[in-house]
């Protein structure tokens, strides 16, 4: 959540920074600012909403300068109006910050009391008003600067300005990630490589507990004990190109259409055609060996760490423990010598999964990581990593890096199973066959399902709830289609385990509740079956997502159907996800919410 870019350049600043938001607007915001040096002197522009509103004050009061810094907001201390817009600060300084600052009402109390004058309800005044305080006292920038990090408590990214010196910025990295682009006679801070990318492919991510002093030369940066430290400089193979939606409505949208090609790209990538089995870069352990792994991840991506486990367990016969990112640390949970931790993020910046992954390397395990984007902090800190090559994502509700990560988790399952012995090879052929022939189904869904697809969210639209049935494998695409309509349409829903139906959610049917049956043919089909018998006998409207054999067999108690095309049940949990995110965005598209930039949202979770 939120977006920093700062800017040491040759020409005006502002259009420079104004591009770097935009293309941070994915991560989520709620108000935006830019702040620039204009002989000398701070000035600031601000605007609550979105990024056109910011664009029309500066179009109607134009900022110069070549040095400034710019902020996306996503509100946490403080509603999100102009005032408590970024950049905050003073005469003397201005400051962006990602993260929260924990101690800010205890410096808070401690800076008025000495005099300092604040205007914002902001955690974020607190940094400014400190470094405010030590320039007043005759420090240095940099001595300021440092001084006030020691202060700090919580998560923070920062971007600093200063007064009087249009050369100089200052960065700081506490467990939110920032990176300094270097270009020819300009320098660039960023929260996001991606933002960084129409200006310099040439980038030094901060370490936690760094900071960093840039000035038109170069950068030079500190670890947290103050001592100068090397950071070595990176191509990044993010591309500058404009990301625009073509000729979708949305980025949502275009990216559902991007299924095809990314699970394509993923399954390519590890899965040698000739001998029909995965090929796995060197991960750093002996996959043989492996006692038990212990998976974590957020939101989407814990869904399909879920699916994950049951083909990892299945498969290798490798025990799979799972949990929330944001509770396992705090479980404080026992780990096996010699496991392995499994963490799957789209963004590779997920504070919470982050912050497991910490608690897993104290814990002795081996780090293997699912990521989409090379340059994170998570790809840095892992043992091993596997890509998911889906490209951005600019949707705030995660789409094709979902069926991406699916796409990886069922070749690790695979590579697993082999080192283990668990499967034979001809197995192995039968199962990445069906793994390949996914892409395909994928483009025929989208092709000749979206019909479909529309006239069922007609029904969905009109619900105030609505639950998702699934069992095994497909129960976590339950979940990720119940999360799907809450993210972008506003409809309160709900995965179950479809056995789990009468274990209470039973007592919410009735003939005004949608209730989506995922029901693959397979092993469970009969099972699912029953369950949706059960909800259809309570006045329930059910929807089946099914194959031909299990429409003909159900499509009586259906209110409307979904036919996909036959496929092996190991591979079915990825090909139903691209029909129920489907439906979630038609429903979002006839209630005239906004897909891409759902309310309260974002799509990099920094802080906890």
Known sequence: MCGIVGVIGSAEAAPLLLEGLKRLEYRGYDSAGIATLVGGHIERRRAPGKLINLARVMQEDPLPGTT??????????????????????TARVSVVHNGIIENHAELRAELEACGQVFSTETDTETVAQLVDFLLARGLAPADAARAAFVRLEGAYALAILFAGHPDLLIGAQHGAPLAVGYGDGEMFLGSDALALAPMTSRIAYLRDGDWTLVTREGARFYGGDGREVSREIKRT??????????????????????????????????????????????????????????????????????????????????????????EFRYRDP??????????ISQSGETADTLAALRTMREGGQSILSILNVAESTMARESDAVLDTVAGPEIGVASTKAFTAQLSVLACLALALARARGTIV?????????????????????????????????????????????GRGACYPIAMEGALKLKEISYIHAEGYAAGEMKHGPIALIDKSVPIIGIAPSGPLFEKTASNLQ???????QIILLSDAHGVAKLRHIAVDTLTLPDIHPFAAPILYTIPVQLLAYHVAVLRGTDVDQPRNLAKSVTVE
């Open 68 to 89: 400034g810094i710019g902020h996306t907001r996503w509100a946490t201390h403080g509603a999100p109006t102009e005032s408590n817009a970024h950049p905050h600060g």
């Open 237 to 326: 193979a993010l591309s500058g190109a404009a990301i625009g939606r073509g000729a979708f409505r949305h980025f949502m949208e275009k990216e559902l259409h991007e299924h095809p090609a990314v699970i394509g790209d993923s399954l390519h990538r590890m899965v040698d055609p000739r001998t029909r089995s995965v090929v796995l870069p060197s991960l750093g352990f002996d996959m043989a060996s492996v006692p038990r792994i212990t998976m974590t991840a957020c939101g989407s991506a814990y869904y399909a760490g879920l699916v994950g486990r049951n083909w990892i367990e299945s498969l290798a016969r490798i025990p799979v423990d799972a949990d929330v990112a944001s």
């Open 334 to 343: 026992p780990m096996s010598p010699g496991g392995v931790g499994l963490l």
């Open 425 to 469: 090879a001809a197995e192995e052929a039968v199962l990445t066959d069906a793994l390949l022939k996914v892409p395909g189904h994928a483009a025929e869904i989208l092709a000749e399902g979206d019909e479909a697809v529309r006239r069922i969210a007609a029904i969905v639209a009109e619900a105030r709830d609505v639950l998702y049935l």
């Open 534 to 540: 059960e909800a259809h006998a309570r006045g329930g």
